[in-house]
């Protein structure tokens, strides 16, 4: 019998690479998964721009692959919203601005943070409801709101940008993450930089999978 080929697809965030997922993409790889982490220019492109070039790229690939799925990263998890036409069976989004940022609606009209984030980051600055996904999806989201991983998240905790009171994972409110369309929902002790590689992601993602 010929082995199912499960091929998951990896987004990383916002102004970061696919070197980002390299930890993830191992531990799935050891429980059967295929992984393609793809990079793209997160920074210059609006999200149904990025969306439509990546759907370009993954489906030059998809010949012979009998399942496919997508981790993704915070602005990834907006980004595979815009992916409607290819045919993934379950997605998983770590840390995404499903209902914006209130920290990036702050900074939006600083002038350094709209040149360095470009029109995805305005996007997310707007604090509107994400975009669906067309298949089945789950989050993950991080309560690690201090971590020396995420120096972004002492800036915004002296500025109660972040009240104290209100879990997050430095940068984006664990509510923040939610999506009334979203299958389930998880919270792990994670920053926002640094949760695909805590050690029960991988774990919770391919549970899910399956």
């Not at 915070?74 to 036409?85: A, C, I, K, P, Y």
């Not at 984030?117 to 604090?127: M, N, S, T």
């Not at 940068?171 to 949760?195: G, Y």
Request: aromatic share 8%; glycine share 8%.
């Amino acid at each position: 019998m010929t082995p199912v080929r499960r091929w998951v697809l990896l987004l990383h965030g916002m102004a970061r690479t696919s070197l980002s997922m390299v930890c993830l993409a191992r531990k799935l790889q050891q429980s059967g998964y295929e992984t393609w982490r793809l990079d793209y220019p997160s920074r210059y492109r609006s999200l149904a721009e990025l969306g439509r070039d990546l759907t370009r790229k993954v489906k030059r690939r998809l010949d012979g692959i009998d399942e496919l799925y997508a981790v993704t990263h915070s602005l990834g998890g907006l980004v595979v919203g815009h992916m409607s036409e290819l045919p993934f069976r379950r997605l998983v989004q770590l840390a995404p601005p499903n209902q914006g940022s209130v920290v990036a609606g702050r900074l939006q009209n600083l002038r350094p943070f709209r040149r360095f984030y470009g029109p995805a980051g305005l996007e997310v600055a707007k604090r509107s409801l994400a975009p669906v996904p067309r298949a089945p999806f789950a989050v993950i989201a991080g309560n690690c709101g201090l971590s020396l991983a995420n120096p972004l998240s002492w800036f915004t905790r002296s500025l109660a940008w972040i009240p104290a009171n209100l879990p997050s994972d430095g940068l984006i409110l664990v509510e923040e993450t939610r999506h009334p369309a979203m299958d389930a929902h998880a919270v792990v002790d994670a920053s926002h930089t640094m949760i695909m590689n805590h050690p029960e992601v991988a774990r919770m993602v391919d549970g899910y999978f399956r």
